[in-house]
């Protein structure tokens, strides 16, 4: 069964990080692409940022050069680092994934940035 789960999501004062995972399964992981996306409260989800197979990346102009994303294929595994964490950042933070022409999501982490 294909499963996506997202982990490390958490409360966070602004200006702090937080490292957020996407653990993968039930698929041949290092073929496929695999984004995040982020919803916040009462607005659209949205990228955030997305790695190919071969390490190549992109980020929304919104978190470009705070948010790094990296994948570990031996542990089926994709990671989103985020520095300097604004209020505006505070979203439920999804992985995704498109197989056979199907989107695949997880159930979502929330990050809160907050003081």
């Known amino acids: 069964q294909l499963q996506l789960v997202e982990s490390g999501g958490g409360v966070v004062q602004p200006g702090g990080s937080l490292r957020l995972s996407c653990a993968a399964s039930?698929?041949?992981?290092?073929?496929?692409?695999i984004g995040w996306f982020r919803q916040a409260p009462g607005k659209e989800r949205e990228a955030v940022s997305c790695?190919?197979?071969?390490?190549?990346?992109d980020y929304a102009d919104s978190v470009k050069g705070r948010f790094t994303i990296s994948r570990d294929n031996a542990k089926n595994t994709v990671y989103l680092q985020m520095n300097s964490l604004k209020p505006e950042d505070t979203a439920v933070y999804y992985c995704?994934?498109?197989?056979?022409?199907?989107?695949?999501w997880g159930k979502g982490t929330l990050v809160t940035v907050s003081s």
């Open positions: 995704t994934a498109l197989i056979d022409n199907m989107r695949y």
């Open positions: 039930g698929f041949t992981f290092d073929y496929y692409a």
């Open positions: 790695i190919s197979t071969t390490g190549g990346t």
